[in-house]
């Protein structure tokens, strides 16, 4: 009897947390990808209104991210015309030194409005997902890395899931900031139970520990890299790191305790057979 009750009990407690655990799945995945699709309507009256509410606050959500996307990129697009309008009055400037620096003004504000207008539009979003091999995708990129100090170290393959394109621009920020910020850069790929990891390190100055979680905000750029001849645009890591979290994953710095920054980017290993 005892038996009886103690299974009933047990089997009564995880169908009354089912609606829960629903709830909580769909949280997770409304906090990747805010078109994911709405909770059913259904059960108790209780449940019906918490799924309800829930898909109202996902609908504003998403009107709000559209409203402010679509407000972005038509700032973007109207900027743009201005500035090839401005780069033809620019010629007619006759002091020499005056023109070149007013031309240069223009080329960053290009390069900006470009920026934003790619992450507004979020290139990647349209990007189909596949199963590929990370180790060839880095490797090449390495290999082909000019003819800067860039060192890869890795397994034969890794497979996972992700969008090829989005996936090199994001590791090619990476790279990129290594070599520009600290003169080399150490790829190494490796696996845990459940994720890919990829880092990226370098042997510069790394940065204040204020800095570390600042830099990924979009357009944010530490002081002295504002210089022009290690001139960005500051959205290299916000960028990065939106294409690992829509893939479930992550993207984090550090300071190395021998000097340098280390960038670390972790993927969900695929379920199922490579
Ligand atoms: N490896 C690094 N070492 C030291 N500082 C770094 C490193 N990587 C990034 N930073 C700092 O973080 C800032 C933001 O980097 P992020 O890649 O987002 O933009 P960016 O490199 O300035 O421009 P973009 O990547 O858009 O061309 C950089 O301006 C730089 O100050
Ligand atoms: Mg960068």
Redesign the pocket.
């Known amino acids: 009897m005892m038996l009886v009750i103690g299974f009933f009990s047990v089997w009564a407690a995880h169908r009354a947390t089912r609606p829960l655990r629903s709830l909580a799945a769909a949280a997770d995945r409304l906090g990747l990808d805010v078109d994911a699709t709405p909770l059913p309507e259904r059960g108790s009256r209780e449940l019906k209104k918490t799924a309800r509410a829930f898909n109202t606050m996902q609908q504003r959500i998403k009107r709000l991210v559209d409203d402010r996307t679509l407000m972005l990129a038509a700032l973007s697009h109207d900027l743009k015309t201005m500035l090839t309008r401005l780069r033809l009055r620019a010629e007619f400037i006759d002091d020499a030194e005056q023109q070149r620096k007013a031309e240069r003004d223009i080329d960053d504000m290009q390069m900006m409005v470009d920026?934003a207008l790619g992450f507004v539009r979020g290139d990647q979003a349209n990007e189909p997902v596949v199963r590929l091999d990370l180790v060839s995708l880095v490797r090449d990129m390495a290999e082909d890395w000019r003819d800067d100090d860039v060192r890869f170290e890795g397994p034969a393959r890794l497979a996972v899931n992700g969008r090829p394109v989005a996936l090199k621009r994001a590791v090619g920020?990476?790279i990129?900031?290594?070599v520009?910020?600290?003169g080399n850069a150490e790829i190494r790929i490796w696996h845990t139970d459940h994720d890919a990891v990829l880092t990226?390190a370098?042997d510069?100055?790394?940065?204040p520990e204020a800095?570390l979680e600042k830099?990924?905000q979009?357009f944010?750029?530490?002081?002295?890299?504002?210089s022009r001849d290690?001139?960005?645009?500051?959205?290299?890591?916000?960028?990065?790191r939106d294409v690992f979290r829509r893939l479930g994953g992550d993207l984090t710095?550090a300071n190395r305790a021998r000097g340098?920054?280390?960038?670390t980017a972790r993927l969900p290993l695929p379920a199922g057979p490579a």
């Not at 510069?204 to 940065?207: K, Q, T």
């Not at 290690?230 to 990065?240: E, K, M, N, S």
């Open positions: 920026a920020n990476l990129d900031n290594a520009r910020y600290g990226v370098d510069g100055p790394g940065l800095e830099v990924f979009p944010y750029r530490v002081e002295t890299s504002r290690t001139g960005g645009t500051g959205l290299g890591l916000a960028l990065a710095i340098g920054l280390m960038a």
